[in-house]
């Protein structure tokens, strides 16, 4: 069955074709603010969408995770469709699912997404650190927590990690983890407050961003208020792309659900 275009790729497209720049429809779909989406994610439904809007139900538990594709060299090279209207690319090596545990679940359509949804967080490592600035004063508690990025989105924050400042002009020093697989980047936010809703975006270097897994932020200051606030909503499972119904099929525990080579086909 030829795949639905979802409303996210659809309006994307629509934009380019009424002049906007490819750079910027489809910068906002990858994350990536250049446009690129290096990585999409193949995930399965236990209810197909009805609309493109994506209201389908995604298959949960048992091990289930969306698996990853590399966009540059997991799809064959575009060719003409059998039915010589439209053009496509497949899966150029099977798309394997873990084996299932829990109990068994019941596959009824294939999607693709640009992101994998990530859990919120642990609370950071932070700690003081001699400086040179005026920002923090001897005795002043910052509060610090952090945030997952995906090309789709953010987690919300995580738990705050309170530092208590020893000198006046001490930075903060926020050691990130490693990042989990399908995380882009982290955000840092910081605040004198221990309600999270006012906690704000920090730079690293030039950037709001670090971008470094296992790195570090040396926070010198609190970010301006006009910087955005923290996310109250877990948006990091990103955008459905594609969707298709397949023949019913019930995975039963122990069995592994996987889609041969060129059996996904994404068709324009």
């Not at 999409?40 to 969306?66: D, H, I, K």
């Not at 650190?129 to 920002?135: E, L, Y």
Request: glycine share 10%; charged share 5%.
């Amino acid at each position: 069955m030829a795949n639905a275009t979802s409303k996210v790729l659809a309006d994307f497209i629509l934009a380019w074709f009424k002049g906007e720049a490819a750079s910027t429809a489809f910068a906002n779909a990858s994350g990536t603010g250049d446009g690129t989406l290096p990585t999409s994610w193949v995930g399965l439904f236990s209810t197909t969408p009805t609309a493109n809007t994506g209201s389908g139900t995604e298959v949960s538990g048992s091990s289930y995770a969306r698996q990853a594709v590399t966009n540059s060299s997991g799809w064959s090279a575009i060719a003409q469709n059998a039915d010589t209207i439209h053009d496509e690319i497949t899966n150029s090596a099977a798309i394997t699912f873990p084996a299932v545990t829990t109990s068994a679940y019941t596959v009824a359509g294939v999607g693709i997404w640009d992101s994998l949804a990530q859990s919120t967080p642990a609370a950071p490592s932070a700690t003081g650190n001699t400086g040179s600035g005026s920002a923090f004063t001897s005795g002043q508690t910052v509060n610090v927590a952090v945030t997952y990025l995906t090309p789709g989105g953010e987690t919300v924050p995580s738990a705050n990690t309170l530092v208590t400042i020893g000198t006046t002009g001490d930075n903060v020093v926020v050691t990130l983890p490693s990042f989990p697989t399908g995380c882009t980047g982290m955000n840092v936010y910081v605040s004198t407050s221990t309600g999270s809703s006012t906690l704000y975006k920090t730079n690293s270097g030039s950037a709001a961003t670090s971008t470094t897994s296992a790195g570090t932020v040396t926070v010198t200051g609190f970010a301006p208020n006009t910087n955005s606030a923290v996310p109250g909503s877990n948006t990091s499972a990103g955008n459905l792309l594609m969707y298709q119904a397949v023949t019913s099929q019930a995975v039963s525990v122990g069995n592994q659900y996987s889609i041969a080579a060129g059996q996904l086909a994404i068709e324009v």
